[in-house]
């Protein structure tokens, strides 16, 4: 079946330190694959998306490409915030369903 | 953006009690949502899809007699835990389905959760 493994937290980061959350999936067919982030006390949000290979979901500073060769959707940002600190989730749907296959979350920590 | 609320946030209980949790979609209608459950450190884990006006449809695992899933309407669907156990003691989170899209991740709202803890 369809599975997700991100890499584990916690992840701690001075202000403005590069950030690499690494994500890799199973999958049969071709699924479209997401990164979501929960802030404290509020619900997960959709972060980015890429629905294909190749392509590059990015938002708020934050990027990932779809890798099909290595079956990857690494998140990326060049220099993180404070309010970058959450629990940021990498997930994927199997192309026209509904139904999301969730990794376990990293906690990101970002000090001043 | 799309707001979906869940009540209570947090509950207590005693074992054998049942507890029911909200899950309702504030500013759209929802044909569809969906229940997940996430136990420490793990990943959500989807429990079951509710369909307004039909049965839910639940993942291989979920006892259905155990989470009893109602869709009263487009902007609400409950959960209730029956019979509730320590098992049982785990973070619910719903999310509502707005809409038509390409894949479905892109148009899930989702709820802040509800903490579940069963004396």
């Known amino acids: 079946g369809n599975s997700v493994t991100q890499m584990e937290g916690p992840v701690t980061l001075s202000e403005e330190a590069f950030l690499t959350i690494n994500c890799t999936y199973t999958?049969?067919?071709?699924?479209?694959l997401f990164w979501y982030v929960q802030y404290p006390g509020e619900g997960l949000q959709l972060l980015l998306k890429?629905?294909?290979?190749?392509d590059k979901g990015s938002n708020k500073g934050f990027e990932a490409t779809y890798r099909k060769e290595t079956t990857s959707f690494h998140l990326e940002k060049g220099s993180v915030q404070v309010s970058d600190s959450a629990v940021y989730f990498c997930?994927?749907?199997?192309?026209?369903?509904?139904?999301?296959?969730f990794g376990k979350g990293t906690k990101l920590t970002v000090n001043p | 953006g799309a707001v979906v609320s869940q009540h209570p946030s947090w509950v207590i209980c005693k074992s054998g009690t049942s507890v029911k949790i909200e899950c309702r979609s504030l500013d759209f209608q929802a044909t569809t949502m969906f229940w997940y459950r996430q136990f420490p450190k793990q990943s959500l884990m989807l429990m079951a899809t509710s369909n307004e006006g039909s049965k839910a449809t639940y993942e291989q695992g979920v006892e259905k007699d155990k989470f009893l899933i109602n869709h009263a309407s487009l902007t609400l669907s409950t959960l209730t835990v029956t019979s509730a156990h320590p098992e049982d003691s785990s973070f619910y989170i719903c999310?509502?389905?707005?809409?038509?899209?390409?894949?479905?991740?892109?148009?899930?709202?989702f709820g802040p959760g509800t903490r579940l803890l069963v004396l």
């Open positions: 890429a629905t294909k290979a190749d």
């Open positions: 999310s509502a389905f707005r809409g038509l899209a390409v894949s479905g991740g892109e148009t899930q709202y």
């Open positions: 999958a049969t067919g071709y699924p479209s």
């Open positions: 997930a994927l749907s199997d192309g026209g369903s509904e139904k999301l296959v």
